[in-house]
């Protein structure tokens, strides 16, 4: 929500209220699992990276990408992305097609206003998808 901010830390993930930050009862924390990357959806959910697993909600998602990039970010047809893989629905990872299957690995996965998809790879290239 544009209301709060949300923070990853080695206890879990917490939940601010922008309004308030400087209250630290204001935190109310989400079962953690030592996040290393957070993320909030356009449904107000928080997906989060920890120990090379991707979770949807605090619960683990379904088939995992095959390199859990420490990445996530939504395209404007509502699929998250972590690295370069996608999902839809949060149980099934597919790495779509488009996107070579090199191996030189997608690091990073950041989506522009305008709809494409930049990925970042282990050698420094920048990839762009889009359909």
């Not at 996040?35 to 991707?54: C, E, F, H, M, R």
């Not at 939504?74 to 070579?100: K, M, P, V």
């Amino acid at each position: 929500s544009e209301d709060y901010l949300y923070l990853a830390t080695t206890t879990g993930i917490y939940e601010c209220d922008k309004a308030d930050p400087q209250i630290t009862t204001a935190f109310s924390e989400y079962p953690g699992n030592n996040p290393q990357s957070i993320y909030l959806d356009t449904d107000n959910q928080i997906w989060s990276i920890a120990s090379g697993k991707v979770y949807k909600a605090n619960v683990l998602s379904g088939s995992q990408p095959g390199y859990v990039a420490n990445s996530l970010d939504q395209d404007l047809y509502g699929r998250i992305w972590c690295g370069g893989y996608a999902t839809e629905d949060g149980f099934e990872w597919e790495n779509l097609s488009g996107i070579d299957d090199t191996d030189d690995e997608i690091v990073e996965s950041l989506v522009s206003p305008e709809g494409l998809v930049y990925l970042r790879s282990t050698s420094g290239c920048l990839y762009v998808w889009g359909k």
